[in-house]
């Protein structure tokens, strides 16, 4: 039996908005009303954690409360034909929810957390004292690992280093096919991730508004929200043609 194609998808916050999750630039997103550095930065986290802790509560309360979309589910039951990795900048656990059995979070997970002195650059950013609670709160006092330390959220805070960028970098290069979905292609270094796809590997974009895939060269764009250019995705995978608009 002939290997399957291989389908690797970049995916960000606009997935899940139609899920009912603020998208976190552009439009209405989560950061318009709250100033990025004052709840999602290393440098907060030193100031004024317990700020940074509440709004991750509050986040995590949200996800409880929401389900994946079409989006979501197409891409989980292309595993049925395709080898699909999903490598999401997201923090929620939609993708999972859905049925995806491959996902790798660039930015950290929202339903995980982790002492602070922990998962850094000293211990190799180990996974060991990572922890999943589930949807609920986390206090200010509240410790684990050997140093008995704040818990935080595993996320990567503005400021601090991305550990799962080679191992997304190693996925694109080895892509049939690149999927870009729900991102607005401005959070760096995750935005730059398309470069590392082979030379022959068909790149396509699902977004409303693709000014920013103007510049991939031969891209095929889905001008389209995440729901319905999913299902016209799935259908360019069916029937093995490249369909859309195609910038040269």
Known sequence: MADKKRI?????????????????????GLWDNVPVEEVCSAQAWRHHPEKVQEFFNVRRA????????????????????????VVTQNVDNLHERAGSSKVL????????????????????????YVMDI???????????????TQLRPHIV?????????????????RANVLLIVGTSMQVYPAA?????????????????????????????I????????MRQFRDIMSDGSSKGETLR
Do not use: W
């Open 8 to 28: 690797v998808v970049l995916s960000g916050s606009g997935i899940s908005a139609e899920s009912g999750l603020s998208t976190f630039r552009g439009g209405n």
């Open 62 to 85: 949200q996800l409880r409360d929401v389900e994946p979309n079409d989006a979501h589910k197409i891409l989980a039951q292309m595993e049925e034909d395709f080898n699909v990795d």
């Open 105 to 128: 979070h660039l930015h950290g997970e929202l339903t995980k957390v982790r002492p602070e002195d922990c998962c850094c650059e000293r211990d190799g950013f180990s996974t060991e």
């Open 134 to 148: 589930g949807y609920r709160r986390v206090e200010m006092g509240e410790v684990g690992g050997p140093g008995k």
């Open 157 to 173: 805070f503005f400021g601090e280093a991305v550990p799962n960028l080679e191992a997304a970098a190693a996925l694109v290069a």
């Open 192 to 220: 730059s991730l398309y470069r590392f796809a082979p030379s022959d590997c068909g790149i396509y974009v699902i977004d409303p508004d693709p000014s920013a895939a103007a510049s991939i060269r031969g891209v095929h």
């Open 222 to 229: 889905i001008k389209d929200k995440a729901t319905s250019g």
